[in-house]
């Protein structure tokens, strides 16, 4: 068999674009090791050709050749995209912790950790502009959203609802405290759209949340720091925050900022009738004395 050898993906979102770019053509064996290969990113850095190979289902062969369909030498500069990734992945907040201790008393901390979230949401235009229109589109279109978002992620899922309740009534937060995260799972219709907000480390939560839209066939956007993200996987729609720092734990910085512009797009969207919306929603929270005024 001849390949026609394209430049080979540098990173591993260019070559998981490259596949999905590619998978409908392939041989089913090129289908199924690709499958793998997407499914599974954190094993194929560890792990050895025959053993990868014997978990996907396919011939180590075939690993080879699916390599060089994709355009590169062989399997180990396949393998090399996956440990760069490996290499980039968000270390353990521990480890981090130590290192911010060692330099406690670094003048420049302060910019160093400005410039990396002016980095995070820098990079947003990059990794989100072919990808917004849809993301909004699937949200206006559904009957309910439910937004997800565990842990430290619960404050980016709860401000997403709280911005969108002011022109839409139809939106929920999903809450895994007193054991309600089944109530909510169940409540997910076909016409419904879920919002699930996580990173690296994934939450189980995040997971089951994912599972359970699939099995009710209401449509997904995933909202995380990579595409290869196991919340993005079958997902309908995806965005992407990097959340790259010098402090101990990864930045919400750009996921907070993809929010609140996704909530502007929605709200561009939604037209006369969402400012109608907000309108309704400011008296009755001046008439209940939601704000303070100072009235000395």
């Not at 050898?5 to 053509?25: A, C, M, S, W």
């Not at 793998?36 to 190979?53: G, T």
């Not at 670094?106 to 947003?124: C, E, G, M, Q, T």
Request: proline share 4%; net charge positive.
């Amino acid at each position: 068999m001849t390949y026609q050898y394209n430049p080979p993906p540098d990173t591993l979102d260019e070559l998981v674009k490259r596949i999905q770019h590619d998978f409908p053509g392939m041989t089913a064996q090129f289908q199924v090791g690709a499958r793998y290969l997407i499914d599974s990113p954190a094993e194929i850095p560890i792990s050895s050709m025959r053993k990868i190979a014997a978990q996907a289902g396919v011939q180590p062969a075939t690993l080879v050749r699916l390599a060089q369909s994709l355009g590169y030498d062989g399997w180990n500069s396949l393998k090399d995209v996956f440990a760069q990734r490996m290499r980039l992945a968000p270390r353990r907040y521990t480890e981090q912790a130590r290192k911010v201790i060692r330099s406690k008393n670094s003048l420049d901390i302060l910019d160093k950790n400005i410039a990396a979230h002016v980095r995070n949401i820098n990079r947003l235009t990059d990794l989100n502009a072919d990808r917004l229109l849809a993301a909004v589109d699937l949200l206006s279109n559904a009957a309910h959203v439910h937004i997800a978002g565990f842990r430290i992620s619960f404050a980016s899922a709860f401000t997403f609802q709280y911005l969108y309740r002011l022109f839409r009534t139809s939106v929920s937060v999903m809450r895994g405290d007193a054991g309600t995260l089944e109530m909510d799972l169940r409540s997910i219709k076909k016409d419904d759209a879920l919002v699930i907000i996580s990173f690296a480390p994934y939450s189980r939560e995040a997971i089951q949340a994912a599972k359970a839209a699939r099995h009710a066939g209401c449509p997904v956007l995933a909202i995380c720091d990579s595409i290869v993200a196991p919340i993005a996987q079958d997902a309908d729609c995806i965005l992407v925050f990097s959340t790259e720092t010098p402090s101990f734990f990864p930045s919400s910085t750009a996921a907070i900022a993809l929010i609140e512009i996704l909530v502007e797009q929605l709200l561009a969207k939604a037209g006369k009738q969402a400012v109608a919306g907000i309108e309704s929603a400011e008296e009755q929270l001046h008439q209940t004395g939601a704000y303070y005024l100072n009235t000395k």
